[in-house]
Structure formats: C-alpha cells, structure tokens
C-alpha cells in the first residue's frame, strides 16, 4: 500500500507563492486518485484540488481553481500543489490523500481516501 509524505509547507506573505510536494514512499500513484485538502484551526477538512485515477485530469475546490495547480511528474511518484496568489485565509494545515475509490473518477471526500499524509502547515501572513 502506498504511503505519502508531504514537503514544502512553511510561512509566505500574502500574494506569495509556495509548492507542497506529496511523495510515495512505497510504490506508486498509478490507479490511485491523488489529492490536496487542507484543515483550518476549527473547521472541517476541504478538498482543495485532485488528479483523477482514470486519465489524470485534475480538478479544483472553488476557492482556490484561479490560484493553486496540481500536476504529478512523468514516473508518478511524487503529486505536486503550486499554490500562487496565496490569501491569509488559506493557511491551514495541507495534507495529501491517495484513493482507490472507484464510484467516482474524481473523488473530493474525505470518506474517499484511504491513504494519508502526516501534513504540512502553511501560514499566509497579511
């Protein structure tokens, strides 16, 4: 089973940019839906943005689809998230999260993902 493990997080002004890697430590992404959410101090974890198990095409939350990119290198082992134009509402804690799940070839729940990252904080200053 395919174990992730996040990188990159750290402390950015507002307007700033920053790149969170997601490694697989065992094995690879392939035939996994990989994706980002992130935790805010008292809310709910949200889906931030996702590369489908089935053709690799990616897909976004709606607060971020004009800012933060997903892309995965060529060897699928590592997913990255380009987050550009950051906000101070988007600190949070980012975690990445692997899927099996096959109901759904884009899945944005976090009952759909199975594999987890330990997570990483990222802190937008104003």
């Known amino acids: 089973q395919v174990q992730l493990v996040e990188t990159g997080g750290g402390l950015v002004q507002a307007g700033g940019s920053l790149r969170l890697s997601c490694a697989a430590s065992?094995?690879?992404?392939?035939?996994?839906?990989v994706a980002w959410f992130r935790q805010a101090p008292g809310k709910e974890r949200e889906f931030v943005a996702g590369?489908?198990?089935?053709?690799?095409?990616?897909y976004y939350g709606t607060s971020v689809y004009d800012r933060f990119t997903i892309y995965r290198d060529n060897a699928q082992i590592t997913v990255y998230l380009q987050m550009d134009g950051l906000k101070p509402e988007d600190t949070a804690v980012y975690y990445c999260?692997?899927?099996?799940?096959?109901?759904?070839?884009?899945?944005?729940?976090?009952?759909?993902?199975?594999?987890w990252g330990q997570g990483t904080q990222v802190t937008v200053s104003s």
């Open positions: 999260a692997a899927s099996l799940f096959r109901l759904t070839t884009t899945p944005r729940r976090t009952a759909d993902f199975g594999f």
């Open positions: 065992k094995g690879t992404f392939a035939n996994y839906a």
């Open positions: 590369i489908s198990w089935s053709d690799g095409s990616t």
